[in-house]
């Protein structure tokens, strides 16, 4: 089946260090995202891609990046530069003819 | 930074009733509209959308965009318990284009039994 997956589930991060969330689509889809989510504050944009090797830094991109090596992947990476990083974090890709998105399960990181 | 505006809930209904979400949205431009639903720590499902003046009805949702006004709405006929979740309206930030789509903060609907 058809989909995206994110990886771990939960993830734990202590002071100062770097994490890095997977996100893997089988979709053929051109376009990835990543958004944050916070209680009472709707989604956030992180960054997105809509090609391999280019992206762009969407409304929150302070304190993460992110690569695009292949179409099916979109890895982000929560630096120590961000510093209130405990969220619920979703990643979602798009075809190019439109039709919204499809999410993943989700991956909820919590600083310890 | 174009806005989408939902009403903040929460919202409560009766089993067997229509339940009513409501959304606004800034960018006049916007083609496309899309309701999702979110049950508590899952991740959103897309359930409608929509991209012309007028109603959509998909079983026992019906989506209703009135470009005039930038007013989109779903309305959840003979609602179920397990339709309790939270339902965010999204637009596109950057008029027509499917990429980069704006959420509203959600709207909490509770159908109580």
């Known amino acids: 089946d058809g989909g995206i997956t994110q990886s771990p589930k939960y993830l734990f991060r202590k002071e100062g260090q770097n994490v890095t969330l997977s996100c893997e689509q089988n979709l053929n889809h051109d376009a990835m995202y990543w958004y944050r989510q916070d209680p009472g504050q709707g989604l956030r944009l992180i960054y997105y891609s809509q090609i391999v090797n280019d992206f762009q830094k969407g409304d929150i991109a302070e304190g993460y990046s992110v690569s695009r090596e292949k179409k099916e992947s979109f890895p982000l990476t929560v630096t120590s530069a961000q510093k209130n990083p405990t969220a619920f974090y979703l990643c ?6 439109g039709g919204g998105y499809t999410f993943g399960s989700g991956t909820r990181l919590t600083v310890v | 930074q174009k806005e989408v505006e939902q009403n903040s809930g929460p919202l409560s209904v009766p089993e067997g009733a229509i339940a009513s979400l409501n959304c606004t949205y800034s960018d006049r431009g916007s083609q496309s509209f899309f309701w999702y639903r979110q049950y508590s720590g899952k991740s959103p499902e897309l359930i409608m959308s929509i991209y ?10 019906t989506a209703q965009l009135n470009k005039a006004s930038q007013y989109v709405s779903l309305l959840i006929r003979d609602s179920q318990p397990s339709d309790s979740a939270t339902y965010l309206c999204a637009a596109p930030q950057s008029g027509g284009s499917n990429y980069k789509l704006t959420f509203g903060k959600g709207t909490l609907l509770t159908v109580n039994p």
Do not use: Q, V
């Open chain 2, 52 to 61: 012309s003046n007028g109603d959509k009805e998909d079983g026992r949702f």
């Open chain 1, 92 to 97: 979602a890709s798009s075809p190019p003819e």
